[in-house]
């Protein structure tokens, strides 16, 4: 099979496409051949060797090859065990807790982090959903998104930005959106109802309070954060600075349990009921899955440069097939 492999971190010139073995399924995986892979931060991360990505996957050199988590396709073989799925079944996960691999034209998948992808939903759109989905739903059901709420979504024009600026707009909430000027009218086409040009404005040192912010690209300190929070509101990062992850899992848990005001994270968890309920939502039409651009596999380079200009509104794609 071809993939896109490299061995050093660095920039996108560090990524090859080469003809590598074809996984082979253990018990309970799944051989996924993969028609659609999404571009998250943590793959971008991974690639150049930032400090966080350093620690988790390889402080001198990458131990994973083959990057790529969120993926879309179709089962070309099971493992002994498997009893969810079957050749030519339609799935869709994110395989960031096993071996990655997405950015190929097979990758292995444990059964069970694996959903199926509706009739309606294309491959691309689904591979869309899984990091950038679940933590914008998972990030704003920890922050108790309801009817009414003044809710703020920063980094909000690009995936998880996407999915939370549509998700609390269906629930009836006031939506601050703060990102690049220019990506403002895809945001207002989301359902943002104020915008916010980070390069501008501090939204944090605005005078307005929100009771709920979900932060993707925290790299303020507590004190900021609690300054724009509500007097019972919460702040849910679900990205940022190595700093400001330290900051936000000490002095952010202490003061949360010293006051009504709440500063705190969500982790990412694995759950095909949830990306059901995404995959639903995009098939109803509740939320638009934005596809920014679709590349194929061998032009990840330049989707990597893409993706790392920070320009793109929406999902940026690998095509293999």
Known sequence: MKAAVYTQ??????LSLLEMPTPVPSEHEVLIKVQATSINSWD?????????????????????????????????????????????????????GGKWGGFAEYALGDENVLARIPE????????????????????LRKGG??????????????????FAIQLAKAVGAEVTAVDKSSKF????????????????????????????????IAARSVSDYRRALASKGKFIMTG???????????????????????????????????LSEMANLAVTGDINVAIDKVFPLDQIQEAFRYFGNGEYRGKVIIAPQ
């Not at 971190?9 to 560090?14: A, L, N, Q, V």
């Not at 309606?120 to 990030?139: D, M, V, Y």
């Not at 000490?250 to 982790?267: D, F, P, R």
Request: a positive charge.
């Open 145 to 162: 998104l309801d009817r009414g709420m003044n809710a703020l979504i920063n980094g909000a024009g690009g995936g998880v930005g996407m």
């Open 9 to 14: 971190y660095g920039g996108p010139e560090r």
């Open 185 to 216: 009218e895809r945001m207002k086409l989301w359902g943002a109802n104020h915008l916010i040009d980070f390069k501008i404005h501090d939204y944090t040192r605005q005078n307005k309070q929100y009771d709920l912010i979900l932060d993707n």
């Open 44 to 96: 971008y991360d991974l690639l150049i060797g930032a400090f966080m990505a350093r620690l988790i996957g390889g402080v001198r050199k990458p131990k994973q090859t083959i990057i790529g988590c969120d993926v879309a396709g179709t089962v070309e073989s099971v493992g002994s065990e498997v009893t969810r799925w079957k050749k030519g079944d339609r799935v869709f996960g994110d395989l960031s």
């Open 120 to 139: 309606k939903l294309s491959h691309e759109q689904a591979s869309a959903i899984p990091q950038a989905g679940l933590l914008a739903l998972q990030g």
């Open 240 to 274: 940022g600075t190595p700093g400001t992850i330290l900051r936000v899992a000490t002095w952010g848990q202490l003061s949360s349990i010293l006051t009504a005001k709440k500063v705190t994270m969500v982790g990412l968890k694995y759950s095909p009921d949830d």
